[in-house]
């Protein structure tokens, strides 16, 4: 577990500060973490799983600080893990509240994603290289939005917009070892920059949702 990864362009030895740019940018999810309690806390709904998502945004912050700074097996599962989990509790949550499902039938389509993921990573592989893993997660944002168009349109034009950052977040992180030479410090920094909007648009998203959930009349669900 405490074998060193070098997996990304700005790293040339197994220092602790050996990734500067790829350490400090993580700020920028703990900058969206606390954007997010905002939105949350000047709300009516007050939406546990809204709460849950914003402040994940910190924990996946930290763990990819952990990475880009330890660089280690174990440091590697504290980023990925952080990211998974939060990839799986937002699919269940637009499965449940923008789409409208039962809870029984969005834990089923979280297996689904899942086993779609596990199917699709490796067709993707040869196209996105170690990115492919998130064109799955990118795949699933574009159909939700399309398949709520008719039901929440604000839901799915901002999914949509998130899509596209997410789409260019995604270029960076595969660009970042290609362009190595040319490009010292990397490209992967621009991941951590627009993946942190990212998922500040996606808990954004979802506490709008509850808002206007609860000014129409319909209390959110808290579970």
């Keep these: 577990m405490n074998e060193t990864v070098d997996n990304y362009c700005e790293r040339l030895d197994a220092g602790f500060w050996s990734e500067p740019l790829n350490a400090i940018t993580n700020v920028a999810f703990i900058v969206a973490c606390l954007l997010a309690l905002y939105a949350w806390r000047q709300g009516a709904s007050r939406s546990a799983p809204a709460l849950l998502l914003s402040l994940w945004i910190g924990v996946i912050g930290v763990g990819s600080f952990l990475f880009h700074t330890f660089a280690t097996r174990w440091a590697l599962a504290a980023d990925s893990l952080p990211i998974l989990i939060f990839i799986l509790v937002y699919v269940y949550l637009a499965m449940r509240d923008y789409l409208g499902l039962k809870a029984w039938i969005s834990l089923a389509m979280v297996v689904f994603y899942i086993v779609a993921s596990v199917v699709a990573t490796p067709l993707l592989t ?98």
């Design 126 to 223: 040869p196209i996105a290289g170690s990115s492919a893993g998130y064109m799955t997660a990118l795949i699933a944002m574009v159909v939700v939005a399309v398949l709520v168009r008719g039901k929440d349109g604000p839901v799915s034009n901002g999914l949509f917009v998130t899509a596209a950052v997410f789409c260019a977040s995604i270029g960076f992180r595969m660009i970042d070892l290609p362009l190595c030479e040319t490009v010292a410090m990397g490209t992967h920094f621009m991941w951590h920059i627009l993946n942190a909007v990212v998922l500040y648009a996606l808990a954004r998203i979802y506490i709008d949702s509850r808002e206007r959930a609860v000014a129409a009349g319909s209390k959110p669900r808290r579970h």
